[in-house]
């Protein structure tokens, strides 16, 4: 008989097995039904996901393909003389954004989305776009030519103070001498050539050769070659006066033309504390400008051959606000870099920039504070030269045809009070002796104090002598008929030429001999004088009046009336020219000791602002710049000079090129423009903005209008990147 303790504990028993199965399988099913659901609604919520972000997708591409669409067929405004160039679509303030409302349909149950379209020209240059194609055509082969031989010269000179801060130039370097690097780097991003020998630390892709073969001037002409009539001089132009009314506003306004006194621009912008102007805005609007200063050589002038400007800011060209939108005229103060219409963003037909012309010994220095951007005119087959140094040309004296000091020139009798003509009625001609007997005569009776004046009218040369010519010589010369004792005789020559002030000499009362001649000098360097009549207004011709006073009885009888002219005309002269107190263009250039000049130089502790917007030739002369507060490229479109100099001061801190020639654009054509489309996309809203929307595409785009075809429908578009934004 068994126990109750063994009965208890019988292994053998399987009573209750079966309800345990039932709950291990029902616990299995309901894990893999809950799996299942929840993988159910995970798969449900990714679709919805993806089907939203599949949406903005299409709805950025879509809205995309309009705004290319728009500028294809409408309102792209390509004309750069419009205040509101580029605007993408229109010509409103704000037509660089394309709202598409309610553009794309919602999904189910939802709104539709809208979008907005931002356009922006691509403000970088060559390959990365630019607004302005860019080919070997219109700048130059290096970014720093320098063509000078002279073996006591250096070919580029550079001394960079911030060890930190390299010198960098993008584009090729080459020197026809050597290349000193006297501290810090020099640093390219392509070749570096020298002919002589490198000195100091240079940097570049390949490495340096400096042993290479010299390279050829590119020989530009300049801007009045292009010109009608080819080759002429501009128009002279006088310093405007330091006075309150030549700068309202802060802004004094220079006119394109010929320019010869260095001494008053420099007064002009000096900064002075009596200066009604100090710290005006000195803006030269668009054109072409002569500065050929003879402040060493002409009697009216004084001081040196050398240009400062010491306060201020220069600004040159089309000027544009800190958007670079234009403006009427520059703010004061402007903001440079950016205060005028760069050429490599800007193609134009009309001149929207300058070229400065140099000439002969005339220097150009900033110095001090003062600000300065140069900005040179687009062109599509030859570099927007900003600076021109001459390299040919010369100024000799002009003795003009008539009147001229070996023959004569002769005016009728318009009017006079007792002179009667000869027979024929107007003066004799001829040589100074003049014996064919015929006179303009006054037969004086009686006694009493009688005055008759003959005037002649007008003497004009065959072609007038143009305003900034310097008279070399000038007198009038009287030729009698035997004319009796007088108490006096004096003569007024007035230029017709307006502004022109007459002129009053005295000549000798005493009796005249047949064929005896009096000579009058005119040549007078006094402000009211007849060379300075000249200069400032040029002479095309003048009356005079003869006016004899007799008490006697007597005969007053005029041959024949002379006026000899000699004068020099403004001409364009060589940076070689040889002046007769020397040419200190021309000394070899060792940084500037005494004797030495620079065309183009800042002063060595400038600390302003100095941009020039443009290529910069001048292949017989020498730059020497110290750069300190600088933000950008300081000499864009390369530099051509006899020799380089730069330094930059120990507080410099940009890191860019400081001189560049820019890449080339893509080649699509001859012309065209790179934009960027910023999709911004509002999911489910009735209207869209930047600020509103997200961001999820990025277009960049290059728009075409071929030659001869501008606008629809011949304008292309080409999609140069397609980027989805995440």
Known sequence: MRSRLAQRID???????????????ITVVALVAGALLSFSDTSIRVTVSTRTEAANAYGA????????????????????????????????????????????????????????????????????GGLVPITVSNKPGNAILTLGTNAAEDGLHIKALNNSTPFVVHGSVVSNSNISVTNGSLQSNTAVYAHTGCSGTIVSTPAPVCNSPTATDPAYQFEPAFGTPANAVPPYQPVPATAAASCPGKVVTFLPGYYDDAAGLSALMSGSGSNPCKGSVWWFTPG??????????NPLLAGSDLWTVNDGQLIAGTPTDTSGAVIAKPASPATVPGACQNPIKVQSQLPVGVQFIFGADSQFQVSGTADAEICGNYQKSRPPIAIYGLTSGAESP???????SATAVTASVTGGTGYVAPPGGTLVTGVATASDSKYDTWAKTG????SATLTLSTFAPAQAIPAGSVLNSAQLRIVYGASSAATSRQVVITPTAAGSPAITKTMSASTQAAGTTQTVPLYDTSATGLVASTHAY????????????????????????????????????????????GNCLTVTYTGGSSGQCAVLSTSSSYKGAFYIQGTTYVPSAVIDLTLSNITS???RFGVIARSLWVKETGAI??????????????????????????VYVCAAAATCSTSTGVLRLRVRAYIFDPSGSPGPPGRQITVQSWALQR
């Open 11 to 25: 292994t053998d028993d399987d009573t209750g097995a079966t309800l345990i199965f039932v709950l291990i399988l």
């Open 447 to 450: 006694s009493s104090s009688q």
């Open 61 to 128: 591409d879509g809205a995309a393909q309009a705004a290319l669409n728009e500028l294809r067929l409408h309102s792209y405004n390509n004309n750069t003389s419009s205040p509101t160039y580029p605007k993408c679509f229109g010509s409103g303030a704000t037509s660089d954004t394309l709202v598409l409302n309610k553009f794309y349909p919602g999904a189910t149950g939802s709104a539709p989305s809208s979008a907005a379209v931002v356009c922006s020209p691509d403000p970088n240059t060559g390959a990365g």
């Open 633 to 635: 490229q300081v000499l």
């Open 538 to 581: 040029g002479f095309a011709g003048a009356s005079i009046a003869y006016t004899t006073t007799k008490s006697a009885a007597g005969a007053e009888n005029v041959d024949a009336v002379y006026l000899d002219l000699t004068y020099t005309a403004p001409a364009f002269r060589s940076e070689t020219t040889a002046l007769a107190g």
């Open 653 to 678: 801190s940009y890191v860019g090129p400081v001189i560049e020639v820019p890449d080339n654009s893509p080649g699509f054509g001859p012309g065209g423009t790179v934009i960027y489309l910023n």
């Open 398 to 404: 002009v003795t003009p045809a008539v009147p001229v």
């Open 288 to 297: 072409i400008y002569y500065f050929d200063f003879h402040n060493t050589s």
